[in-house]
C-alpha cells in the first residue's frame, strides 16, 4: 500500500525558512512525478512544484527563486525547501505522486503558517 508521510511544517515568521519531507512507502522510482501542492482557505489547490524521476523540476512562478525541490533517492523521499516565506505562502501543503500508471496518491497535508 502506497503512503506518503509529510513533516516539517510550523509556524515561522515572515522572510524564515522551512523544509517539508515526503517520505514515501514504497520505492520512489515508482512514481514518474513527485511533487508539493498546497490549498489556503478559501482557495483551490494549487501546484507549488514537482520534480521528475529524472530529477527535472519544475516550479510554480509564485515561489520561484524562493522555494526548491529535491530528492534523496536513498531514502525515498522528496523535499521542499521553502525560502524568504511570505504571510500568502501560508497554506496545508501536500505531497502528491503520480505513479507510471494513471494513479495518483496524496499525502495527509501539514499547516504551514508565515505570521509574526
Known amino acids: 500500500q502506497v503512503q506518503l508521510v509529510e513533516s516539517g511544517g510550523g509556524l515561522v515568521q515572515p522572510g524564515g525558512s522551512l523544509r517539508l519531507s515526503c517520505a514515501t512507502s514504497v520505492n520512489i522510482f515508482r512514481f514518474t512525478i513527485m511533487g508539493w501542492y498546497r490549498q489556503a482557505p478559501g482557495k483551490q489547490r494549487e501546484l507549488v512544484a514537482d520534480v521528475s524521476s529524472g530529477g527535472d523540476p519544475n516550479i510554480a512562478d509564485s515561489v520561484k527563486g524562493r522555494f526548491t525541490i529535491f530528492r534523496d533517492n536513498a531514502k525515498n523521499t522528496v523535499y521542499l525547501q521553502m525560502n524568504m516565506l511570505k504571510p500568502e505562502d501560508t497554506a496545508v501543503y501536500y505531497c502528491?505522486?503520480?505513479?507510471?500508471?494513471?494513479?495518483?496518491?496524496w499525502g495527509q497535508g501539514t499547516q504551514v503558517t508565515v505570521s509574526s
Open positions: 502528491n505522486a503520480h505513479d507510471w500508471g494513471s494513479s495518483q496518491y
